[in-house]
């Protein structure tokens, strides 16, 4: 058999294996792979994401574990925080912003639950961050700086819904 005759029928075959094979499904919206804890970790992202937009510090209080840390990224310990240490971040910054505009693309999760739910479960939801808001500068001029971060956001299930470990 010559070269090019094998070499058709690999790709022959391999097109019509990709065209019967079941597509993958995705949560609505993203190029998550589609899974009911899939789909509960980014609704609860979602609704993160909504009250970022809306300001609402004591709702995203709500949604931090009571073991929340935040090492920020740095190598310096000095500005890594727990769950006081968020209240005080939501509560100071997050009060001075207005007209908040946060975008999240969610690029991968990894969760350590294998089938279903359990108290303890884990999950590791990769995004993109688009985000602007307005916030007045030293001088009291408005500024609407605009932030864009890759960041991870790290979930906990308490048998009840997801709480944020780190990462708000």
């Known amino acids: ?41 980014l609704d609860t992202c979602e609704a993160y994401r909504l009250n970022v937009e809306h300001g609402d510090a004591d709702a995203l209080m709500l949604m931090a574990h009571k073991q929340y840390w935040e090492d920020s990224g740095t190598p310096s310990g000095s ?25 999240v693309r969610y690029v991968a999760v990894r969760q350590s ?30 500024q609407r700086p605009d932030k864009r971060d890759q960041n991870q956001l790290v979930l906990e299930w308490d048998g009840h819904r997801w709480l944020f470990l780190s990462g708000m």
């Open 1 to 41: 058999m010559n070269r090019f005759l094998v070499m058709s029928l690999a790709l022959g075959a391999i097109a019509s294996f990709t065209a019967c094979s079941k597509p993958v499904q995705f949560v609505a919206g993203t190029q998550v792979p589609y899974s009911a804890m899939n789909k509960s970790v």
């Open 79 to 103: 500005d890594d925080y727990g769950y006081e240490g968020l209240r005080n971040v939501l509560l100071t910054r997050l009060a001075k912003a207005t007209d908040i505009r946060y975008s």
């Open 113 to 142: 639950c294998a089938s279903e739910l359990a108290v303890g479960c884990r999950a590791a939801v990769d995004v993109m961050i688009d985000a602007s808001f307005t916030i007045m500068n030293a001088f009291g001029k408005s």
